[in-house]
């Protein structure tokens, strides 16, 4: 017969810590998650929590801590299952990801015939200038237009 209350303080407290990240209260789950590693918790759960714990951290976009949690689940518990699913699912996003030095691409517009259209407003950009944001705004629309997107420059005119 299945549970419906956790049996022990800690199981509850790691439920509650969960409920909070479902419901996308991450720095609460996150402080929850953490003094539940404070108390002497069992070696499934406390895998489960740094599990749990790299999710978070992935999810901010630091993949070196979720790296780093992931494989101290995997050192406590060999056989957490989510950790080594989370794992995989990490290593694939690292590899899909751009590396320092990519130069990245647009996605190439869907029909040629019917190219799709790029506004770009500018409202300083005659405005005098060595560079910097100007700079930046022609070569985004040269970027896109090299790259089949039809792209109109709209930029305001100022007297003088």
Known sequence: MPRSVPQTEHERLYHEARAAADKGRCAEARSAYEALLSLNVQVPMRAMVENDLAALAAM????????????????????????????????????????????????????????????????????????????????????????????RHIYARYPG
């Open 60 to 151: 901010d976009g630091d993949f070196e801590s979720a790296r780093a949690r992931l494989n101290t689940a995997l050192a406590l518990d060999p056989a957490c299952a989510p950790a080594k699913e989370n794992s995989t699912q990490l290593d694939a996003l690292r590899d899909a990801l751009p590396q320092p030095g990519d130069v990245a691409t647009p996605a190439l517009p869907r029909n040629a015939e019917s190219p799709i259209k790029v506004a770009i407003l500018s409202l300083l950009f005659n405005w005098p200038s060595t560079g910097g944001g100007t700079v930046h705004t022609a070569e985004a629309g040269k970027f896109l237009g090299e790259a089949g997107y039809k792209v």
